[in-house]
């Protein structure tokens, strides 16, 4: 599983809140991602890290930000949450197989918005 | 925008049969994997085919990839009840950080 926890794991929160999910990974990976899950798009990227403080945006970053003070964090924040943004969100890594090209899931973070 | 398209987007067989899903996607690609996702739970690799391959095997999984055609299939062969899942296809961009660009999947269910 690559070493990957996500948390919360479930939440719902209230329009207009922020929310961070938090994407802790143990094997020192350089590369993590976070997507977003919704019926119909399959899985989107939102932003991603390629080493500390070293963040860009993916295809769907609006209203979302991210931070990596640390190899092992890697930190997504809805800064005021809204309806569209309920989703299933997947942190991601890349793995260190010989390809070096292997994407690792954690098991996703459920986000309500109401 | 998605990069791959699987077709279908559902598909019901019955064990022991095989289960064949193809991905179409737009651009140059480093190489293209594949995915599985049970019911509320991550996706896991199943299988990575460089551009420079033409077909790779693993257990009873068969990967394709045309590159003229940009596109690839997933056979999965002696279906199981287990095997019940969405799969999906992602592809690895040429010149990208690794940032995999994910179709919306397949739904396979196969019946005891």
């Known amino acids: 599983d690559a070493g990957i926890t996500q948390s919360p794991r479930h939440k719902v929160t209230e329009t207009g809140t922020p929310v961070t999910l938090r994407c802790h990974q143990t094997e020192n990976h350089r590369y993590m991602y976070w997507y977003r899950q919704d019926p119909g798009h399959g899985l989107r990227l939102i932003h991603y890290s390629y080493g500390v403080k070293d963040t860009d945006k993916g295809e769907v970053s609006d209203g979302y930000s991210v931070s990596r003070s640390k190899t092992e964090d890697f930190l997504l924040t809805l800064e005021s949450a809204t309806s569209s943004q309920t989703s299933v969100y997947f942190c991601?890594?890349?793995?260190?197989?010989?390809?070096?090209?292997?994407?690792?899931f954690g098991e996703g973070s459920w986000l309500t918005v109401v | 925008s998605q990069q791959g398209e699987e077709d279908p987007q559902a598909l019901s067989i019955q064990e022991g049969e095989n289960a064949t899903m193809n991905c179409s996607y737009k651009t140059s690609i480093n190489n293209l994997q594949w995915y599985r996702q049970n019911s509320g739970r991550g996706l896991v690799h199943l299988i990575l085919?460089?551009?420079?391959?033409r077909e790779k095997h693993s257990g009873r999984l068969r990967v394709t990839l045309d590159t003229s055609k940009k596109s690839s299939s997933l056979l999965i062969t002696a279906s199981r009840a287990a095997d019940t899942a969405s799969y999906f296809c992602?592809?690895?961009?040429?010149?990208?950080?690794?940032?995999?660009?994910f179709g919306a999947g397949t739904r396979l269910a196969v019946h005891p």
């Open positions: 085919i460089r551009s420079n391959e």
């Open positions: 991601a890594v890349r793995g260190q197989d010989f390809s070096g090209n292997t994407i690792y």
């Open positions: 992602a592809t690895d961009e040429s010149g990208g950080y690794n940032k995999l660009i």
